[in-house]
């Protein structure tokens, strides 16, 4: 029966050589500034009601453009060929979604030796759902050709577990080099909150825009769309620009979330003029629980558990099961120089 | 006329054999015995019948045809039941001698043995019988239960969907308080960065010449200078030849003289051209006629 299994996926796993072969335009080292570029796979293990295939999809693009987006799973694959596979293509991370009896699963692993951290998503919205909750979505055609910029904010707490977490969404992104990026290739950011009370994350997900400040809207209007204004109700064309506009002039650009530009931006934010930032989201809505922190790759010595210490409790779901099975024999050899890896990843 | 008929069912064996005159009835009838007899064999008995048949026809008239037939046929019937009120039976009757037939009165006595045994038949209560409307509790108790199964169908679907859309939340259409906030950090950060941003790259540009706008200048003036610096030759040139004339040493030729390789450093360098000859009076002219129009004293311009 094994060895059933094993000639079938070598049969699947050729559509992902392929791939690589197109993903091998892709630098694995960032050319500038040198760094290692962190690529991500994002699957699934079992199966998926049709809102968390949707989700995972969503956080393919989350994490775009170094992640397979049109990454094939077969239910035969095991965790094993993903990593197979992610050695040659220079992946780092997985982001794997379950599903349980009582509430869906993200786990976000390093590769290939782990550590991994489990969430329980206590609450999640899909992009679409965001999208039809606004008025007006925003999807400009390059939203998703540069990498998400991070913020996590409120993990400052000393637990270990928490600064682990912070150390992996850090790396799960390629590093910024103030001095070379570009700030048009700012587009995105990922928001990561942390409530000390409730000990639950808010993942959001945001485009990044910026609008020029000290111009009032119809001019902003003007300049923007290029289209002839409607003049019917004024009485000069001096009006125009000097009568103030209405509804949201009032939603006054705090000081707080304006910047000066030092570079053109686009044709309306000009270098040497300020700059007011807007965040629309985009989505997914992701609510999270940290619930376990496993040394290896969704395997080896449990180093923290929500639920009690110790790895006695052990998930619903038989899925799990079956890629402890999988990943054993690979990662129990190598132990100890996970707990080294990981030392070394937070010192970065 | 009787030929025509008989042509339009081309194929009919019997018919053509027979050449009978045929009336439409009839003709029905032994098409539908043609089609139920069709394995079988004419015999000579029959073949001879027929001949006799269409001699009969042949001799006679219409309205005899039908009585004669009849009575040819006469002593081949066996007991025709008198039920039978038309004369195409007749033509039914002369076929079924044939062996394997079944003779019409036989196969009445069946007909009505099994209807009777039908009708005789005592169909139980209970059961669905053919009768629905007395059956009406039975019907009712199924539509219950099929009702019943398709409740419970659609619970377990509609339990498996929320299954499916735990922890799946629509968003709500405003922005509530908790999101405000998360924006307002997600804001903070992103503002953080790119002041930080802005700042180490003013500093990058501050040190590096190239990238400025006053370097832009300059580079633009290096340009220029090519230029100014031939204008300022043709001025040169210009103000020694001048010299020159007013000394009176002008040259009864000046094409003798030895003039540079190079075409701008000639005198007459861009004035071949007609156009650009006069270029300045002209436009200075221009000026002039504009400033004559709109103020009557241009003579200070001149």
């Known amino acids: ?348 | 006329m009787v030929m025509e008929e008989g042509s339009t069912a081309v194929g009919k064996r019997k018919r053509n054999m027979g050449k009978k005159k045929v009336k439409k009835p009839k003709n029905k009838k032994l098409k539908m015995l043609e089609g139920k007899g069709k394995k079988l064999r004419v015999s000579k008995k029959m073949r001879n019948l027929f001949e006799k048949r269409a001699r009969q026809y042949n001799s006679d008239d219409d309205e005899e045809e039908r009585e004669e037939g009849e009575e040819a046929l006469g002593d081949t019937r066996i007991g025709r039941g008198g039920d039978n009120s038309s004369e195409e039976s007749d033509g039914s009757e002369e076929v079924e001698i044939q062996p394997g037939v079944m003779k019409f009165t036989d196969g009445v006595r069946a007909f009505r043995l099994a209807f009777k045994n039908i009708i005789k038949r005592n169909v139980a209560d209970d059961s669905l019988g053919p009768v629905l409307s007395g059956h009406k509790q039975l019907v009712a108790k199924k539509l219950a239960e099929e009702e019943a199964e398709r409740k419970v169908k659609g619970e377990a679907k509609k339990e498996k969907h929320l299954v499916a859309e735990k922890g799946h939340v629509k968003p709500a259409n405003y922005l509530g308080s908790h999101e405000k906030f998360l924006i307002g950090i997600a804001t903070k950060g992103v503002v953080k960065l790119f002041n930080a941003v802005n700042k180490a790259q003013k500093a990058e540009k501050g040190l590096d010449p190239s990238r400025s706008k006053d370097a832009k200048g300059f580079i633009a003036f290096c340009y220029t200078i090519p230029f100014i610096l031939l204008s300022f030759w043709q001025a040169l040139l210009e103000i020694v030849g001048d010299l020159l004339k007013l000394s009176g040493n002008t040259s009864s030729d000046p094409r003798n003289e030895e003039e540079p390789a190079w075409a701008p450093l000639r005198d007459n360098y861009m004035l071949t051209n007609p156009k650009l000859k006069n270029w300045d009076k002209t436009a200075e002219a221009g000026i002039a006629d504009d400033a004559g129009r709109m103020s009557g004293d241009s003579g200070s311009d001149d």
Not at chain 1, 241 to 251: D, R, V
Not at chain 1, 275 to 280: D, F, H, N, T
Not at chain 1, 320 to 346: H, I, V
Request: a neutral charge.
């Open chain 1, 1 to 348: 029966m094994a060895r059933f299994h094993n000639s079938k996926t070598k049969v699947f796993v050729k559509p992902i050589v392929k791939k690589q072969q197109q993903q091998q335009q892709q630098p694995n080292v960032d050319h500038i500034t040198g760094n290692k570029i962190p690529k991500s796979f994002v699957f699934s293990r079992g199966k998926l009601p049709g809102p968390l295939r949707q989700l995972q999809m969503d956080l393919r693009k989350l994490m775009l453009p170094y992640t397979a987006l049109k990454l094939k799973e077969k239910k035969r694959n095991n965790l094993k060929d993903f990593l197979n596979v992610a050695g040659p293509m220079g992946v780092t991370h997985f982001l794997i979604l379950s599903k349980t009896e009582t509430s869906p699963v993200l786990r976000v692993a390093k590769t290939p030796q782990g550590p991994t951290l489990t969430f329980k998503i206590h609450e999640y919205s899909l992009a679409v759902d965001i999208a039809q909750s606004q008025l007006r979505p925003r999807c400009p055609q390059d939203l998703f050709k540069n990498p998400p910029l991070i913020v996590l904010s409120g993990f400052a707490a000393a637990d270990e577990q928490l600064r682990l977490t912070t150390m992996m969404f850090k790396n799960i992104f390629p590093d910024i080099d103030i001095n070379t990026v570009k700030l048009s290739s700012c587009q995105r950011i990922v928001l990561l909150n942390y409530n000390k009370d409730t000990k639950l994350i808010d993942f959001r997900h945001y485009s990044i825009r910026l609008q020029p400040v000290g111009v009032s809207r119809r001019i902003r209007k003007f300049v923007q769309n290029h289209q002839v204004p409607d003049l019917r109700n004024l009485q000069d064309v001096s009006d125009f620009i000097t009568k103030a506009g209405y509804g949201s002039e009032s939603e006054a650009d705090e000081e707080a979330a304006t910047v000066t530009l030092t570079s053109d931006l686009s044709r309306v934010n000009r270098a040497s003029t300020k700059s007011a930032v807007k965040l629309q989201e985009i989505g997914p809505r992701m609510t999270l629980q940290l619930t376990k922190i496993e040394g290896g790759l969704c395997s080896g010595e449990v180093m923290f558990s929500e639920y009690g210490n110790g790895g006695n409790k052990k998930k619903p779901g038989n899925e799990e099961g079956n890629e402890k099975e999988d990943c054993e024999d690979s990662d129990d050899d190598d132990e100890a120089d996970n707990e080294e890896d990981m030392e070394e990843s937070e010192e970065d």
